[in-house]
Every structure is written in structure tokens, then in C-alpha cells.
């Protein structure tokens, strides 16, 4: 890293005579992007993505970095069998999350393993029957030609990655072991088929199919002529058929015969979304998506019975040890059926807070994990389908998060909002969400405030309203309708009640920067200067008369809330401002972040920027920052999905962390500047412990 003092074209014109800070040193930068991507091209490995990152960056071992994950909250619920239960103890299970594999415990918060190797959000999840294995597949890569969706398959007990499986693109649907855990199944986007041996990573045999198949599933296995057999349920646009996958001694080659099952001379048309078997294998069960569950004769390959069950589909289907069957459906509802053959009963019906995408059972037989689309999974008792919640996140992009000026054991609140309409408040304690509130007509959440010791939320919405709610958000406080045209995109408030200075100060996308009075929420003045959206206010943070905005059009403005006058105003070219901090150190100037990668830093007596960073990385673009609460450390973050970390004396890059896979949209440190949390495209949070943090 070193200071510069020319012109960097392209990216900042007219400011050559201000100091310039490249991250990384432009004299290394093309050259660690390619090796970037020859090497990541081959190799998906974290390690190697690290190692690669902060040498770029010249921070030091990533081994030794003092930013680490330390718990990541979040599931999208947008994948079919996303939520396992591992068979090796009733408490764990795992589940996807934007692009990484979490291990947890139902019973400890703090018990997070967390797989880290796909560069896309993961798309399937398997477990092997004896739970010692654990696959999944993601969405087609974007970082390298291809398209390449590859199946990494990992040890549940250390948490390593054992081995790539490649071929699939575009996306991976299913995942499933075979019986014996010899050969894993894998099934794309694509319409292709393949079947991995696992003990060297070799494709035995592939399929391109006319549609992307729908179900897999291993039946059972078998010694024929002194070989093993497979028998499999293999289920391809409205024909389900009756697999058998064997060695052809002829051939010298594995291969795969079907023959479909035979279905009522009346015709029955029907998709597949899950399936299961009986203990004996006699029977399969398949769920459709046209609300019923279908009973085959598997050792015949004959229809038996069709039951209807529910609305919007059988998405997911388990057989408990009773032979009873526990349904999961598109309408929220969970269903247990009981019977054989033709006749067959409904037991038992309740129903969760959103469609039910995965359903699996625990390895003692007496719970049911379901997994649901709005980010809820629940443990429900076989017996009686009594439920409880074991963890929620949210469904959508986090778009804003702030803590709150609380003390003691409620240091740790904070809340969310995300594009959606979700609201909540979280404890950063146990990771739990302690409250949930949203706001159907009111577009998305997209800024945040908290304050006074009571605990009140201050929301600013994409319908342009300014609510606040109590921090249970059971209740509505008061509310500003149209605060700002276009939606209330920023809000900082004052409360220092001993100086007489309670008011709260608003921005818009209709470029307006509005003070109200806290009290009664009297607008008291208006500013109308910005020619485009305002991305941010502040109230400085040593005059609160003061005050700060930026905008989409390149400005940063103050005022001088006792005059009621602009202050000051800086321009700066190309490139959208997108956030704002200050400093708490130095002349406590402001620092901006674009669309450019630029920090800029700006004096309130000084037109020009004082100091120009510029991030050269691969996508520069920087959504967010914020300095920390000792003013030490500028933590930034923006479309690359790289958290990073600066000293802010020295410029130099401290951390980098990466966890995300999307635009990195919001972020906030801890109270006590020991941890970060940031919020992204990927529905995600991610909480980080930041070791040089609250040290003095």
C-alpha cells in the first residue's frame, strides 16, 4: 500500500492535488486478479480464496485475521430439503444458507459449525443414512465460464470438504446418497442425470433427460448374481419410473434401465415434488403438485391409491417408524396419514407460518424438522405434530439494521428491516429474534433508528411513511405519512433531553432533508438542495446543530440547524455517493463511500475531499461503512461481498471477511466494537468477532 499523488483516470477526476490510497497498491492489482482466477477456476476451496484475498490486500495471514464468522443467521427457505436432521444425534441438524452449510444444535445458539466452499447460494442438501456424509449442490457459478454448479461432498464430524463432484450446471436440484453410500446422485437444472462413485469422484454414468428430473430416490440394494443392484424411483416431468442401476459385465460400464409404473386405465397426470418409501420397500409414497400423495406398489411398479391431502402441493414427504406418513404442504400445512395400501386416513393436520419446503425426521423417531418458506423451522412431535420454533430468519434482502442506546443485559438489541416489509428485533445473546412485525402495503424497510431507554423503532419505508413502534412492535407509536415522496430512505435522530435537543432528521428519494420535532413530530425545517435520492444523514457528532446529507447526485451538504442555512456544500464527480460516517478522531471529518470503491474524506471548512481511498478490487462498488466506537476502525462492504476492515490512522487494511454471496447491503458494529454484523442480498446476517475491537 502506499500514498499517491497523481490522478487515478478513469476513476476520480479533478482532485489530483489530494492525497490518494490505493487498496490494493495498483501496481499489483491485475496481476492477483488473474491469478485469482486461473486458480479459483479450478479450486472452490475457502482457503484458497482467502489466501489469494489478503495477499491482494496485504493483510497478513488469513489464518491469523482478527476478524472471524463467529454465527451466521439466516434461511431462505427457497429450496426443497434445505433442512436435514443428522443421524448421529437427535440435536444437529443442517441447513443451507445463502452460499454456505450450517451445522446446529436445537438446543445451543452458540453450537454453529458453519461448511464454507461454493461461491453461489446452495440449491440441495443430502445427508448419507448413516450421517457420517453430507452433500450439497449451489446454483451456477457466475465467477468463471461454464456455468459450473459442482456437489461438494463433506465429513460431519470434522467439517472438511472430502470431495468436488462436477459436471451439473446452471443449478443443482437434487442430492441423494445411495443406500450403501457408494454412489451419490446428482440431478441439474440441465436435464442431466449423473451418478458419482464417492470413494474416487468419478462420474459412473450419466443421463440427459427431455426436463429436469423432479424426484430421486434410493430404494434398496441387493446381491444379483453375485453383484449389487440398486433399485431407485427416478421422476421426469408427469412419469414416474422404476429404476434399476447395475454393472453390465458386457458392456464393462455401470448403467441405469427404467421401466415406468403402471398407472389406472383412466390416466392420471400428475408432477412429482417428494417422495418416500415404506420400511420394507414395498410401497413408495409421492407427493404431487396437485395437492395428493400417491401410493405405488414398488416391487410390481403398479398405482395402488391417490389421497388428497392439501392445497399448492406435497412439497415434502417423511415415513415415521410406524409407517405413518407426515406430509409437508405448499399451504403451510402439515399432515400425518396413516394406512396401507388402498385405504388410508388423515390423523392429524396443523398448520405453520408458510409453506413447508422440507420435512425430515430426527434420528429417535419422535420429532419432525420442517423447514418453511418464510425462514421458520420447526421441531414437531410425531405423535401429535405439536410444534415448536427452533429458529427464524429472514426471506428476503436485509436492507438496514441499528442498534440501539441501551446498557447492560440489552447492549445486545438490534433490529432488522429488509426489502420485503419485515421488521424485527433480535438479541445478539442466543441469536434469537424476540420480535416480528410486517407491514404488507408498505414496500420495503429502508432505514432504521432506535432510541430512548424505553426502546422505541423508528422505520422509514419505501411508501414514504415514518413509523415507530415499541420494541415489542406490537404496538404502533406514531407514525409520519409521506414523510418523503418516493420513500424515507435515512433517519438520524437526537434525543439529548438535558440540552434541550430532541429531533429527528429524515431524507428522502425525493432529494429532501427534513428536521422534525421528537416531541409531536412537527416538521420544524426543510432543505430541498439535492438534485436526486438522499442516501444518508447524520447528525454531527460534536455540534448536534449540525447536520448531514448525501446524495445520489454527488453532493455531500451540512447545515447549521440555529441559522437554518447550508454550511457547506462538496461535489465530487462521477460515480453515486451511497453511504456516509464520521470520524471521531482528527477534525472529525465525514467519510463517504460510492459506487467507484472511493472513500472519501471531507473537512466541513474544506470544499474538496481531504483524502481519497480507492478500493481497485474486482467490484469495487461500495454499498455501506461505518466507523467504530472508538473511531479506530472503518468497516466498509459493498457488492464484491468482502467485509472489510481499515485502521483508520493508518489506512491500512486490517481484515477481510467473507461470507456473504450477495451485495453486502448494510452493516453495524456492537456497542462494546467487538463485533460486526452485516446484512446482504442473500437474506443472510452474518455476525462477526472482531478481536482488536474494545481494546485501548
Same mark, same amino acid.
Given at each position: ?111 454453529? *459449525? ?22 450439497? $449442490? ?19 464430524? #470434522? ?10 450446471? !446452471?443449478?443443482?436440484?437434487?442430492? *441423494? ?31 440427459? =433427460? #427431455? ?12 446381491? !444379483? ?24 459385465? $458386457? ?37 404431487? #403438485? ?31 417408524? =410406524? ?70 430468519? /429472514? ?24 426489502? =420485503? ?32 431507554? @424505553? ?26 405519512? !409521506? $414523510? ?14 438535558? @440540552? ?12 429532501? &432533508? ?5 416531541? =409531536? ?8 438542495? /439535492? ?13 448536534? @446543530? ?54 472519501? /474524506? ?10 481519497? &481511498? ?51 447491503? *448494510? ?7 467487538? !463485533? ?21
Amino acid at each position: 500500500m502506499s500514498a499517491r499523488d497523481h490522478t487515478h483516470q478513469g476513476h476520480l477526476q479533478g482532485a489530483s492535488h489530494h492525497p490518494e490510497i490505493f487498496l490494493p497498491p495498483t501496481d499489483r492489482t491485475e496481476e492477483k486478479l488473474v491469478e485469482q482466477k486461473e486458480v479459483l477456476e479450478d479450486d472452490f476451496s475457502p482457503e484458497i480464496q482467502d489466501k489469494i484475498l489478503h495477499e491482494t490486500y496485504g493483510a497478513g495471514d488469513a489464518s491469523e485475521d482478527p476478524l472471524q464468522l463467529e454465527h451466521m443467521v439466516g434461511f431462505g427457505g427457497e429450496f426443497p430439503n434445505s433442512v436435514v436432521s443428522l443421524p448421529l444425534d437427535d440435536n444437529l441438524f443442517t441447513k443451507c444458507m445463502g452460499s454456505l452449510i450450517a451445522i446446529e444444535n436445537m438446543n445451543d445458539p452458540h453450537d454453529q *459449525t458453519i461448511l464454507r466452499a461454493h461461491d453461489m447460494q446452495v440449491s440441495a442438501l443430502a445427508v448419507s443414512p448413516s450421517g457420517e456424509l453430507l452433500a450439497s $449442490g449451489q446454483l451456477g457459478t457466475r465467477s468463471f465460464k461454464g456455468n459450473a454448479a459442482p456437489i461438494f461432498v463433506w465429513s460431519t464430524a #470434522t467439517g472438511k470438504r472430502l470431495v468436488a463432484l462436477r459436471g451439473l450446471t !446452471q443449478r443443482v436440484n437434487i442430492i *441423494t446418497f445411495s443406500t450403501d453410500e457408494k454412489f451419490l446422485c446428482g440431478c441439474g437444472e440441465d436435464c442431466l442425470l449423473y451418478v458419482w462413485e464417492l470413494s474416487s469422484g468419478e462420474v459412473v454414468f450419466g443421463q440427459r =433427460n #427431455t426436463t429436469p428430473v423432479s424426484i430421486v430416490k434410493w430404494v434398496e440394494h441387493y446381491v !444379483q448374481n453375485r453383484r449389487v443392484v440398486y433399485d431407485l424411483a427416478i421422476g421426469v416431468g408427469t412419469t414416474l419410473s422404476k429404476g434399476k442401476f447395475y454393472f453390465d459385465q $458386457g458392456r464393462v460400464q455401470w448403467t441405469l434401465s427404467t421401466k415406468p409404473y403402471a398407472l389406472p386405465s383412466g390416466g392420471l397426470v400428475r408432477h412429482f415434488a417428494s417422495i418416500d418409501h415404506s420400511e420394507d420397500c414395498k410401497y413408495l409414497f409421492v407427493g404431487t #403438485t396437485g395437492a395428493d400423495m400417491i401410493v405405488y406398489r414398488h416391487d410390481i411398479a403398479v398405482f395402488r391409491a391417490l389421497i388428497p391431502i392439501c392445497s399448492n402441493g406435497v412439497r415434502s414427504m417423511v415415513r415415521l417408524p =410406524n409407517g405413518d406418513i407426515v406430509c409437508g404442504g405448499g399451504d403451510g400445512s402439515v399432515t400425518k396419514v396413516t394406512g396401507e395400501d388402498l385405504a388410508w386416513e388423515i390423523l392429524e393436520k396443523i398448520t405453520l407460518d408458510g409453506p413447508v419446503v422440507s420435512l425430515s425426521l430426527s434420528p429417535n423417531g419422535s420429532e419432525v424438522l420442517a423447514g418453511c418458506s418464510s425462514g421458520s423451522i420447526f421441531r414437531c412431535m410425531t405423535h401429535s405434530l405439536a410444534s415448536d420454533v427452533v429458529t427464524t430468519s /429472514h426471506t428476503s434482502a436485509v436492507t438496514t439494521l441499528a442498534f440501539g442506546p441501551f446498557n447492560g443485559d440489552r447492549a445486545g438489541i438490534f433490529a432488522t428491516g429488509t426489502r =420485503n416489509g419485515e421488521l424485527r428485533v433480535w438479541d445478539i445473546a442466543d441469536y434469537a429474534c424476540t420480535a416480528f412485525r410486517r407491514e404488507v402495503k408498505a414496500g420495503a424497510v429502508l432505514c432504521l433508528a432506535l432510541y430512548s431507554d @424505553n426502546g422505541m423503532v423508528v422505520s422509514g419505508w419505501e411508501d414514504g411513511f415514518i413509523r415507530c413502534h415499541d420494541i415489542s412492535l406490537n404496538r404502533q407509536i406514531w407514525y409520519i405519512p !409521506q $414523510g418523503h415522496r418516493g420513500g424515507t430512505t435515512s433517519i438520524a435522530i437526537c434525543d439529548d433531553a438535558e @440540552n434541550k435537543m430532541q429531533f429527528m432528521v429524515s431524507g428522502g428519494a425525493d432529494g429532501a &432533508v427534513r428536521v422534525w420535532r421528537l416531541s =409531536n413530530r412537527e416538521l420544524m425545517t426543510q432543505y430541498s438542495e /439535492h438534485s436526486r435520492g438522499v442516501s444518508k444523514v447524520l447528525i454531527d457528532n460534536t455540534h448536534k @446543530n449540525i447536520v448531514h446529507s448525501v446524495s445520489l447526485d454527488c453532493t455531500v451538504l451540512s447545515y447549521d440547524l440555529k441559522t437554518d442555512k447550508r454550511k457547506i456544500s462538496h461535489i465530487i464527480k462521477g460515480g453515486y455517493l451511497t453511504h456516509m460516517t464520521q470520524r471521531l478522531d482528527s477534525e472529525c471529518e465525514l467519510i463517504t463511500c460510492d459506487t467507484q470503491g472511493r472513500l472519501l /474524506h471531507w473537512d466541513i471548512d474544506v470544499r474538496d475531499p481531504v483524502l481519497i &481511498v480507492m478500493d481497485a478490487g474486482m467490484n469495487p462498488s461500495l454499498k455501506v461503512l461505518a466507523v467504530s466506537p472508538s473511531g479506530r476502525f472503518l468497516a466498509f462492504a459493498g457488492d464484491d461481498t468482502v467485509l472489510k476492515v481499515l485502521d483508520v490512522a493508518s489506512n491500512q487494511v486490517l481484515s477481510l471477511g467473507k461470507g456473504h454471496s450477495g451485495s453486502i447491503l *448494510t452493516l453495524s458494529w456492537t456497542p462494546d466494537e467487538r !463485533q460486526i454484523i452485516t446484512g446482504s442480498e442473500d437474506s443472510c446476517m452474518c455476525v462477526w468477532n472482531f478481536y482488536l475491537g474494545g481494546q485501548e
